[in-house]
């Protein structure tokens, strides 16, 4: 028999649901992105590149992204183990450490700012050791990296916990009776598995601490050219009402962390295809 | 039958809820006050006094809300919208600004209030730490390299900008002071500035709470308070030579109270502000009050220093600001973080 002239789905109402996302996301992504844009092309191409090529201004970038990038991938490697923890050993008070790696989503951040910075100054419990050695985390680059790390602690844990929860014993068990030995099995097996995962939960981690306002605004001490990050110039600029300024280097953040955010895709597609392999 | 009886008792229904809300409306009294930022704790205490003599005087309940944030920033929330019965800021070309752009308010409001609408006035001195350790006595030491001296933002607080104007009138008193001498010193001390908050409050916060800086640029009235909330164990006071009289004014919205009907407590609250029991209140919190005898009793707790006006050196506020702090000014000039 001929097939049918449209395939009937499972699942009904396919155009209806299709045009909703649509202008669900339309509303709440496409206009204020676009609005964003279109409010910076007032601005002359000479106007625009003077205002995102400040000095400042590129050392915003350089701070926002390189602290977000080294706080991704302490996540991505201490959020490994303790996911790993979590999976495989059972301890008193594991529901308790598990509650607590929540912590950071459920905690407005203008509190984790607040509670890093009083614990992190100098005269805090933890920076009142530190500074004697030389190492002052308060209102420096490391206490903004200490935030950024504190805040995207979830993402990693949360992504790999159930690839790890799936594994299944016998791919362990396989390979050891293969003569692999146990950093062997970890590397050739369980690691491409979790890879995706892992990937996943570092790129979310490093998508939230690019844009992260509320908790660095405090501990890092806002000094031009220092400790100021990319979304505190904006909002600084929106203070002094240069709205133009402000969207100006709002669509340069943009464009950065769609480019990285691509770029990781590409990795993740690879890593699922050599995983499947 | 039962139709006409349910829109018969419906309406006496809406007519009843609609007396008791007009009764209601007249008694209780919202007003929205926004000022600048170290101005909390003394709104805090005249609006409890001004409520208890507006229930005393009217029977009538008023409740005043706050909005606090640097001067500048505030002036264009207004503009923009914020529904401020009173405004009461730091200096008066931000409620210019009110009227020039958002036109809620008549040119003549200043002449409107005594004193050019000030109820007090106040000035700008130094905060040291204790024991004044790197030895600054006057605004010629703040540009002294090594220096690092706290100040908010020009472009958003207006306590930043009579910082930024006495620091330029010093330089123009000095020998051979010129305009471009006056620039050469401002930049150099804005040099000497690690981090500029958005507001006065900010900058406090900044120089006690975090310890950054070795000198903190601020209103007297702010300073004093320091003194006396966070301690006299650790902060001093430094009087400079000389500073510039500042005169915070305050003002109606004309446009938001005719429309929200708050005219009358509105100015009866600003009128308060000139009252003894508002003077009183104003010195308590190291505002300079304008009524003398009042002045007198409090004259011991203000340090005595020589005063300029923004008039007689810089030609008034609208020169001022155009010259110095609107975009492209000389502020935005000489403001070059990290170089």
């Known amino acids: 028999m001929m097939t049918p002239f449209r395939r009937r789905n499972v699942l009904p109402g396919f155009l209806p649901s299709l045009g909703l996302t649509l202008v669900y996301l339309t509303l709440l992504v496409l206009i204020p992105l676009g609005a964003l844009i279109l409010k910076t092309t007032e601005m002359t191409w000479g106007q625009f590149w003077e205002t995102v090529t400040t000095a400042r201004a590129l050392a915003t970038y350089k701070l926002s992204l390189g602290a977000a990038f080294g706080a991704a991938l302490t996540n991505a490697v201490f959020g490994l183990i303790v996911a790993w923890v979590l999976v495989r050993y059972s301890f008193p008070g594991k529901r308790v450490v598990d509650g607590l790696v929540d912590l950071p989503f459920a905690m407005p951040t203008a509190v984790a700012g607040i509670a890093l910075t009083s614990i992190y100054a100098s005269s805090g419990w933890v920076g009142q050791h530190l500074e004697p050695l030389g190492v002052k985390v308060a209102f420096t680059p490391l206490g903004i990296l200490v935030a950024l790390t504190f805040i995207g602690l979830p993402f990693v844990v949360r992504t790999v916990e159930p690839v790890l929860q799936d594994i299944e014993a016998e791919l362990e068990e396989a390979s050891a009776s293969l003569g692999a030995g146990r950093w062997q099995t970890f590397r050739r097996v369980i690691l491409p598995m979790i890879l995706p995962a892992l990937l996943t939960g570092f790129t979310l981690a490093f998508a939230r601490a690019i844009g992260e306002y509320g908790s660095v605004v405090f501990i890092s001490g806002n000094q031009p050219m220092r400790t100021e990050i990319t979304t505190l110039l904006i909002m600084t600029k929106l203070e002094q009402y240069d709205y133009t300024g402000a969207t100006a280097i709002a669509t340069v953040m943009l464009t950065l962390s769609l480019g990285l955010l691509f770029l990781i895709n590409l990795l993740h597609g690879w890593a699922r295809r050599s995983a499947a392999a | ?339």
């Not at chain 2, 704790?41 to 009217?58: I, P």
């Not at chain 2, 607080?157 to 305009?179: F, M």
């Not at chain 2, 508002?278 to 009524?291: M, V």
């Open chain 2, 1 to 339: 039958m039962t139709r006409s009886l349910f829109l018969r008792s419906a309406l006496v229904l809406l007519f009843a809820a609609g007396v008791t809300s007009l009764a209601f409306g007249q008694q209780a009294v919202r007003l929205l006050n926004v000022s600048y930022d170290p101005t909390r704790e003394f709104y805090q205490e005249v609006n409890a006094a001004f409520a208890a003599k507006w229930k005393a005087e009217t029977g009538g309940t008023v409740t005043i809300n706050q909005s606090h944030g640097g001067s500048g920033k505030q002036a264009r929330s207004v503009i923009d919208g914020l529904q401020a019965d009173v405004v009461t800021l730091a200096l008066a070309y931000d409620i210019d600004a009110i009227h020039n752009v958002g036109n809620l308010l008549p040119k003549t409001w200043q002449s409107r209030l005594p004193g050019n609408s000030s109820p007090y006035t106040s000035t700008i001195v130094f905060v040291v730490r204790k024991g004044n350790p790197k030895g600054i006595k006057d605004w010629g030491d703040l540009v002294r390299p090594g220096i690092v001296a706290i100040t908010p933002n020009p472009k958003t607080s207006g306590g930043a900008r009579w910082n930024y104007l006495a620091a330029w009138a010093y330089a123009l008193e000095q020998p051979g002071g010129t305009d471009a001498s006056a620039r050469a010193f401002v930049t150099k001390l804005f040099r000497n500035v690690p981090v500029l908050d958005s507001g006065a409050r900010g900058s406090t916060t900044t120089f006690v709470q975090r310890g950054i800086g070795d000198v903190l640029i601020a209103w007297e009235n702010e300073a004093l308070l320091a003194m006396q909330m966070l301690g006299r164990d650790k902060l001093e006071i430094v009087v400079p030579s000389m500073s510039i009289l500042a005169e915070p004014p305050v003002a109606v919205v004309d446009k938001v109270v005719d429309r929200r009907g708050t005219r009358k407590a509105a100015e009866a609250y600003l009128r308060f502000l000139y009252s003894d029991e508002g003077q009183h209140l104003a010195a308590k919190h190291y505002f300079r009050p304008r009524n003398e005898a009042v002045l007198a009793k409090y004259v011991h707790q203000f340090p005595k220093v020589r005063l300029v006006t923004i008039d007689t050196v810089f030609g008034g506020w609208a020169k001022a600001q155009k010259i110095h702090f609107d975009d492209g000014g000389l502020f935005d000039q000489i403001y070059q973080p990290g170089r």
